[in-house]
């Protein structure tokens, strides 16, 4: 598959962008356990152009992520103009690698995004989305652009089939479809029956890439086989399981499914994420921050509470390392 003159090779699994979750320690963990590519956390339009040091510093990628996509967002077609082309010179503007494609978020279910009719919002405004894409894809011209929508505002307006067509009539160069319904949110099962319907049309040439749900090998392998995404995207299942796009594609390839990490895999990876993360954001922010992510890594561990307890309260990095240690030991 490929986005532009980026090559993704056969079957690629990418990581879905995810606000607090796919930071730069993440994405780079996850391109070393396999992912094909990854997206910054969604990065708001009119934030870039305020100057906000936090939007700001969203775009901020480097070396080991690419190729990577900036996702922005947002719902004023001059600010989302000036965004594509912060995005598109992100290595001048905040450091690092930049940007290898600028993905639009028109996806987003939360009601202050798209309330105000950005993110999924946009769903109810067809005309208006093409219309800041095909800005957004002149904006910047040298630079692949691509969209991450879902399938429409609900089940009476379920557009994505017309839409993806118009969408690359402006130009994008890649579309991904999770398959929900804004007003679905994260609730029920993807259907993935129309995002094979895109794939179906003959006049769609751009890669799409089917995203929802995909949270096993065999899932991944369904998603190809029986509705002819040319690539997956994975969310939540990654969460304290990076490995899983080893998995993925290791099954692709032979049909075989790895053997669980151990315990002692588990906990080498955590130590590589925590210390990624204090690199990044340095102390106690880099321990904030990977919270979220430690407990996942441990799921599933009998009478873990209390160890639980003490690795998502502790400031201290040492004592933070030795519990890692202490899990190691005790379930070997
Ligand atoms: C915590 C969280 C944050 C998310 N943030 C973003 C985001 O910033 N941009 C985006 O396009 N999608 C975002 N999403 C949606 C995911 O990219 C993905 O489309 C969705 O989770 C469905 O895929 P999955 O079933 O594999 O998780 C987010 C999802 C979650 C759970």
Redesign the pocket.
């Known amino acids: 598959m490929k986005i532009g003159d980026i090559d993704l090779g056969e079957r690629p699994v990418l990581l ?6 796919t930071d730069a320690s993440f994405r780079v963990l996850c391109r070393e356990q396999g992912a094909d590519m990854v997206y910054t ?2 990065v708001p339009s009119d934030g870039l152009i305020r100057d906000a040091a936090k939007a700001i510093a969203k775009m901020r990628t480097s070396e080991e992520e690419a190729p990577i996509g900036i ?1 922005i967002y947002g719902h004023i077609p001059e600010s989302m103009v000036e965004a594509a082309r912060m995005a598109d010179k992100a290595a001048e503007i905040a450091g690092g690698h930049g940007s290898d494609l600028v993905d639009i ?1 028109f ?2 279910p939360v009601s202050k995004i798209a309330g105000r009719g950005a993110g999924s919002g946009m769903m109810r405004e067809p005309d208006k989305m093409v219309a800041i894409t095909k800005a957004v894809v002149e904006a910047v011209p040298d630079k692949p652009v691509t969209v ?1 929508t879902r399938l429409g505002w609900d089940d009476n307006s379920k557009i994505i089939v017309e839409l993806a067509e118009r969408l690359q009539d402006v130009g994008i160069k890649a579309l991904t479809v ?1 398959g929900r319904t804004r007003c679905q949110l ?1 609730k029920g099962e ?1 259907d993935w029956t129309l995002i094979g319907k895109i794939k179906e049309n003959p006049r769609m040439h751009i890669p799409i890439i089917g ?4 949270n096993s090998p065999q899932k991944a392998k369904e998603a190809f086989g029986r509705y002819g995404v040319d690539g997956i ?5 990654t969460f304290g399981r990076p490995w899983i796009f080893k998995e993925i594609k290791h099954f692709l390839r032979t049909g075989e499914l790895l053997p669980e990490p151990s315990v002692a895999e588990r906990v080498a990876l955590a130590k590589r994420h925590l210390g990624l993360s204090l690199a990044l954001k340095g102390q106690p922010r880099g321990i904030f921050e990977m919270r979220r992510h430690l407990s996942c890594y441990f799921k599933g561990l009998p009478d873990f509470k209390e160890t639980r307890m003490k690795m998502v309260t502790t400031t201290d990095v040492d004592e933070l390392y030795g519990i890692l240690d202490y899990i190691c030991t005790r379930y070997v």
């Open positions: 879905a962008p995810m606000e607090d979750v956390e969604f996702q978020n996806g987003c991450k999770h994260y993807a995203n929802g749900d995909i995207m994975v969310g939540r299942a």
